[in-house]
């Protein structure tokens, strides 16, 4: 009995504990899938950003250089930096019920274009091009203008309608 109290402690020796680490449970998160694997393209360093744009944020982790926290991976935020390696992005957090707006800086290879406002830009660029048409094609006239001059040419004999004079024998007739 002594003995296998001692093995179990030396057994309990050898568990493995939690992770509490920056990168902890990040084993398939942060692994590339088969044939994406290496560095990243050039055209990843030349996209261009604007304060105003949004991104993506997808970390990639062949670089780990300013790599992003797990949390912010695959969210949707805001530049509102630009600097010659890095983005500075407005990043919602939820934490206890409650959406911060953070504000983190990220390097470009971990950051894509989003394409969330294309369908918005499409349909406000369709509308725009619809009004012009509208406008060139239809010029408002304020309602109950008077109509425009012209000769009226008669077609039957003309009534001539005038009150009667009241004429009180006709009305009453004694």
């Known amino acids: 009995s002594k003995a296998t109290v001692s093995v179990l402690y030396w057994l309990q020796s050898f568990k493995m504990v939690h992770s509490y680490g920056y990168r902890a ?69 939820k934490h206890n019920g409650k959406v911060f707006r953070k504000r983190i800086n990220v390097r470009v290879e971990h950051v894509r274009k989003s394409k969330c406002q294309d369908d918005l830009k499409a349909r406000i660029a369709t509308n725009a091009g619809l009004q012009k048409e509208k406008k060139q094609r239809m010029k408002r006239v304020p309602a109950n203008q008077p109509r425009s ?18 004429d009180p024998l006709k009305a009453y007739k004694v």
């Open 25 to 93: 449970g990040t084993r398939n998160l942060f692994s590339k899938t088969f044939g994406t694997k290496g560095m990243p393209n050039q055209t990843r360093y030349l996209t261009q950003y604007k304060a105003g744009d949004y991104v993506n944020i997808c970390a990639d982790p062949a670089i780990q250089k300013s790599l992003p926290h797990k949390v912010y991976q695959g969210k949707t935020g805001i530049v509102w930096n630009v600097t010659p390696r890095a983005l500075g992005v407005i990043v919602n957090k």
């Open 149 to 166: 001059a012209c000769i009226i040419k008669k077609q039957k004999t003309i009534v001539d309608l005038r009150p009667e004079f009241f």
